[in-house]
């Protein structure tokens, strides 16, 4: 544990309750793909369920149930409590695009060709792009409310302060995974219009728009 995995665990958490809060509150899933959330409880328990065989810490153990459950409280609001306000006509991004790639890489390229390995392997490849079905959403409005945008900083946040994290455990622990940083940074790349377009519209007060 150092400082960086801290910040980013803070800022996925944030992430979550901002999400979670936004739809209980408003009564609403308007504007959340939820592709994206079904993509987030897959790569949540794809990649936690050496929580059945490994225990490292209550601090370990007490996030990554907090994450699997809150993704699948997020997919219950979107596709059964809250369905009315679903946007099906805008959350057309075709997942399986995302999916069989990953599995297919995970399969190929991991540390060990062991069940909880691949899975691992899988999560961290399929969570690099997991972001992707919700930015298209936002392409496809044109516009994003500001809770959607501070969510989204939020869960960027996460992946870049978690790069910093290896950085941080390369310089002082010598320990690295190539895996998880290279989909890091593409999941950081993802995020960098996205990032532009929050710090200069919705930091000042102005509505999140992208072009259509």
Request: with cysteine; proline share 1%; charged share 15%.
């Amino acid at each position: 544990m150092n400082i960086f995995r801290l910040l980013a665990d803070l800022s996925h958490l944030l992430a979550i309750i901002i999400l979670l809060l936004k739809i209980w509150k408003t009564r609403s899933c308007a504007g959340i793909s939820g592709k994206s959330q079904i993509l987030f409880a897959i790569v949540y328990t794809s990649r936690y369920l050496d929580l059945l065989t490994t225990f490292v810490s209550a601090y370990n153990t007490i996030m990554k149930i907090v994450f699997i459950v809150a993704s699948y409280a997020t997919v219950y609001l979107m596709y059964v409590k809250f369905k009315a306000t679903y946007d099906h006509n805008h959350d057309t991004f075709r997942i399986e695009f995302l999916l069989i790639p990953s599995v297919i890489l995970a399969l190929l390229i991991n540390r060990e060709f062991t069940v909880l390995e691949v899975l691992w392997t899988f999560s961290i490849y399929l969570e690099s792009v997991a972001i992707l079905p919700q930015l298209f959403l936002v392409s496809k409005t044109g516009e994003a409310e500001s809770i959607t945008s501070h969510y989204l900083f939020a869960l960027g946040s996460y992946r870049g302060l978690y790069l910093l994290n290896w950085i941080y455990r390369y310089i002082v622990e010598d320990h690295y995974e190539l895996i998880a940083i290279v989909a890091g940074v593409i999941q950081t790349v993802l995020y960098c219009d996205f990032f532009y377009l929050y710090i200069t519209k919705v930091l000042k007060g102005k509505k999140l728009q992208l072009p259509a």
